[in-house]
């Protein structure tokens, strides 16, 4: 059983940072995708950025100013976020991917059987 836990969410002004952290058991950070959704109040999920096969990928809201790493030793996964906005106000959700070798879309949340429980982040103007 796969387990994820978010953390690093609060109440920032625009144009501040975040770092989230989700911590996951092991060895799931390191051999599956891992991926960052968020959830606006009345609003469906969306893709916000993902690790898979070696690569960063990010929603076309999060280049430039989003950034996503991992840390194989300590299993967890980090999303740098970088000049925060009011629209980034949200539920964010960490998820995995994991299932037998293939290819996924990283942007599609039904692909990923994992999830955590969330993390909220409020950006003020």
């Known amino acids: 059983q796969v387990q994820l836990a978010e953390s690093g969410g609060g109440l920032v002004q625009a144009g501040g940072s975040l770092r989230l952290s989700c911590a996951a058991t092991a060895r799931t950070v390191n051999t599956n995708t891992m991926g960052w959704f968020r959830q606006a109040p009345g609003k469906e999920r969306e893709f916000v950025a993902a690790?898979?096969?070696?690569?960063?990928y990010y929603s076309d809201s999060a280049k430039g100013r989003f950034t996503i790493s991992r840390d194989n030793a300590k299993n967890t996964v980090y999303l740098q976020m970088n000049n925060l906005k009011p629209d980034d106000t949200a539920v964010y959700y960490c998820?995995?991917?994991?299932?037998?070798?293939?290819?996924?879309?990283?942007?599609?949340?039904?692909?990923?059987?994992?999830w955590g429980q969330g993390t909220q982040v409020t950006v003020s103007s």
């Open positions: 690790w898979s096969r070696g690569s960063p």
């Open positions: 998820a995995a991917i994991v299932k037998g070798s293939g290819y996924y879309p990283v942007w599609v949340a039904n692909e990923y059987n994992y």
